[in-house]
Structure formats: C-alpha cells, structure tokens
C-alpha cells in the first residue's frame, strides 16, 4: 500500500522549489502533471540553485554535463551549477528505476547586474532584457541614438560579442541645415602720371604713354591714344616745335557682393547633398593624342552628416563650398581655352543644439600694390620730377562668413507650404496688350510677397 501511493504521488505532482544559496528566501515552482511530463528550471549562469522534492527519488542524471552540473544532497535534494548557457535535461528515477520526471533545465547568462547598472545609467530609459543562449537581447525605445550606444556598450561589457541590438530611437531624426554665405569684396585703385612730347619737322621724343597711335610727333596736332582714361593734354608751339604735356589721372572704385543660403534636410546618421550651379567641361589629355572631357562642377556645393547626440544636441560633419569661373586665370590646352576658378571652401565638424547658429568660417584678405616709374634723374628732380613720373595704387578686401543654422524639423501637409511659382500667373491678353502688365499676382500671403518690388524683402514664404 505504502509503495502504491509513492506511486500515485508521482503520478498527481511534484513541486520543486529552487532556493538560492545565500540571500532572501525565493521560490520557483515545477509542476509535474502527469508521469514523464517535462518541466522546466532557470539557473543563472555560474550561479547555483537548490531544488526539493516531495517525492523521495533514487537516482538522477543530466544530459549534458557542460551546461550543468548537479549532486545529491540528500534523498530529496538537489544541488544544480549553471556552467554554460544553453538547455539541458535532469532526470529524476524512484527507487524502482522507474522514471519520476525529466525536468528541463536552462542555463542563461546572468543578467540581474547588467539591469541594475542599466537602471542606474540610463534611469528613464525604456529598455527591455533578454537571454538568448549565451547573448544578450536589448529591445524598447530610447530617447537618442547616444544613449543607445551607451546601453550597447554596456552590455557589450557582460556578453563580449553577443550583443543584439533590437531597440529604436524616438524623438524627431530629422534636421534641416540652413547656410549662409556672406561675401564682400571691395577695390580701389588710384593712378597719376605724366607724359611730356617734343616733336618738330627733323626729331622727336617722348616719355611716359603714347600721345599718338602711331607715335608720330611731328604731326600738327598731339592727340591722346584711344585707351586713355582721365587723361588731360596740354598742346602747344614754340616755333617750329610741338610741346605735348599729357597728364593722366583716374581714381576706381568697384564692390561685390554675394550672398546664398541654401537649405537642406537629410534624416540624422544620413549624407546629403546639394549643389546649385553647373559644371564646366575640362579637356583632359590621354595616351595616343586622346583627348576626353571632364566636367567640374562650380556653384554652391554642401555635403553634410547630421547626428543627432542626445535631445536636440546635433553633430554636424559639413563640407561646404562656393566656386565661379574665372576667366582672367585661363590657360590655352592643346589649342582650348580652359578657365579657372574661385573657390571658398570650408570643411569641419561642430555640435549645436536646435534653432543655434555657428559661425564656421571667416576670411578676411587685403591686398596691397603700389607702383613708382619714372625717368632716372629727371624724376627725383623736386617739382619738376612729377612730370617725368608715373604712380599707381591700389587696393583690394575681401571678407568672407560661413554662418550655419540647423533646426529639428517634422514633416508638414503639403498646403502649408507656399512655392515660388505659386505667387504670380500668366497674363491675360487684355493685361498683356492693353496694360503691358507681363503677369498677375495670386490671392493670399504669398501674393503680398509678389507685390514688393526687388528693393525690399524677397526669398521664400512658409505658412
């Protein structure tokens, strides 16, 4: 009788409860529901377990050795040693040889450290941990992609290698980079200089510019070449013999100014590009006389890298340049003409946070010339030597700022957003030929923008 209800006690349940060696007291049940009907038991990786049985077993066994290992501490104790992850099986036997259970036993890595260090890093993080065989799986959203790398290097400190990365970033990932291009260039050149013509029926001379295209002084009257600019001619007789006294002087002042800002958006961890302009052919010569053509591009150029660190803290790797073509610098190829370039150009990395500006660049250049020709001698004459004396001058600035904005920006409905085109349409024919009116203006904000005339305020219009 006593031998039927061990039986029956195997058959109905056993419970095993796991009991760690040290520390509060915790319980985690196995169920037996029927003969032979697997369970399962989670032990942490280099840590063990204590399990109890209600039924007295005889003999037990573990599949495989390297992921646990177990011994007897008494007829219903057992002692279990997680060694390796994975998954492994215990059996239990009567005294009979009769099967009690086969208990699952899966060993894993232990992760309750790396949860408390995760909490204590990064404590309103929404990150979930899994055991997968000897890896870690992190899953959950985080607020930026530096806070991701950091929980990822911290796991990569518990599973060296065996890291899986299933988590996402929210918050806004997209940044538009507004750049301003700011160029003033101002020049100012003076010259003074003299030139003094003798001529008569048997001699001539001269000093300084031609009087005459054909530098013929013996003609009845002195006449300045074509090209002269700010250029005043004293003409007179004495006797048979013509006096010239030619006297140029001429002050100029230039200045340009360029402006440009582009905008562009790209998505944070993503490259984009942009270039307004064009591209100059470039003959290139090859082997055997070949020649083929390479096109440069010139105009406004900007690559960048946006990341966004942390909130709206946002790492910018930027490439950045504005070129022209510059005919004054061209050289002769192989019977062509190939023109040069001014180029701009600023390359660097900067981190701002939303709506900030930086100043990225900054060239300020000032060129300096000034030129003495005169006739030896008779120039360092005082008074008198200015007549025998050329001089010129001049100066040229340039001052160049890269200035960079970058906004955190969502998409918006389409209507929100107002074109270009959207201000003016064609005319009508009674516009056209009875008013010369060469368009119309549309309805709304962006027909108040089209009504300004070109002196004041232009550009883009965003609702």
Avoid: C
Avoid at 122 to 138: C, M, Y
Avoid at 362 to 374: C, K, P, R, S, Y
């Amino acid at each position: 009788m006593a031998f039927k209800a061990m039986i029956a006690a195997a058959l109905t349940g056993l419970a095993l409860t796991s009991i760690p060696m040290t520390g509060p007291a915790w319980a985690e049940g196995l169920r037996i529901v029927k003969k032979g009907t697997e369970t399962q038991l989670s032990v942490p990786m280099n840590r063990a377990v204590v399990v109890e049985s209600d039924v007295p077993f005889s003999e037990l066994s573990i599949a495989n050795p390297g992921i646990a290992d177990i011994s007897s501490l008494s007829d219903r104790t057992i002692y279990v040693l997680g060694k390796s992850p994975g998954l492994t099986t215990l059996t239990l036997l009567d005294a009979t040889g009769r099967l009690i259970t086969n208990v699952d036993v899966r060993v894993s890595a232990d992760v309750s450290e790396f949860k408390e260090r995760l909490r204590q890093i990064l404590p309103n993080e929404k990150i979930e941990v899994r055991t997968a065989n000897d890896g870690i799986v992190l899953s959950g959203t985080v607020s930026s992609a530096a806070r991701l790398q950091r929980a990822m290097d911290l796991a990569e400190r518990y599973a060296p290698e065996r890291v899986s990365n299933l988590m996402s970033v929210g918050g806004v990932q997209q940044v538009m980079l507004k750049v301003r291009f700011a160029e003033m260039q101002r020049s100012v050149s003076k010259s003074l200089s003299s030139s003094v013509a003798l001529g008569g029926t048997n001699f001539s001379a001269e000093t300084g510019t031609w009087l005459q295209g054909d530098n013929g002084l013996n003609q009845p009257s002195l006449t300045p070449k074509a090209d002269s600019l700010g250029a005043i001619l004293f003409g007179f007789d004495v006797g048979s013999t013509q006096v010239g006294l030619l006297i140029e002087a001429l002050e100029q002042k230039g200045m340009v100014r360029t402006l440009a800002e582009p905008n562009l958006s790209a998505l944070s961890g993503q490259e984009a590009k942009f270039l307004a302009g064009g591209e100059y052919p470039v003959p290139v010569p090859q082997d055997d006389g070949v020649v083929t053509v390479e096109f440069k591009p010139f105009g406004i150029e900007m690559n960048f890298i946006p990341r966004v660190i942390d909130g709206d803290l946002i790492n910018l790797e930027l490439n950045t340049a504005v070129s022209a073509i510059d005919p004054s610098n061209s050289i002769t190829l192989n019977g062509s003409q190939v023109a040069a370039f001014t180029r701009r150009e600023a390359s660097t990395t900067v981190e701002m946070r939303d709506g900030e500006s930086f100043a990225i660049a900054g060239l300020i250049q000032d060129d300096f010339l000034d030129n003495n020709a005169q006739l030896p001698w008779l120039g360092d004459v005082p008074i008198l030597g200015a007549l025998f004396r050329s001089t010129d001058y001049k100066r040229s600035q340039t001052e160049l700022v890269i200035i960079i904005s970058a906004h955190l920006v969502t998409p918006t409905r389409g209507e929100a957003l107002s074109l270009p085109t959207d201000r003016v349409k064609p005319p009508s024919e009674n516009d056209l030929f009875l008013f010369g009116r060469v368009s119309r203006t549309q309805n709304g904000p962006a027909a108040e923008v089209a009504r300004q005339d070109f002196s004041g305020s232009y550009g883009y219009v965003m609702d």
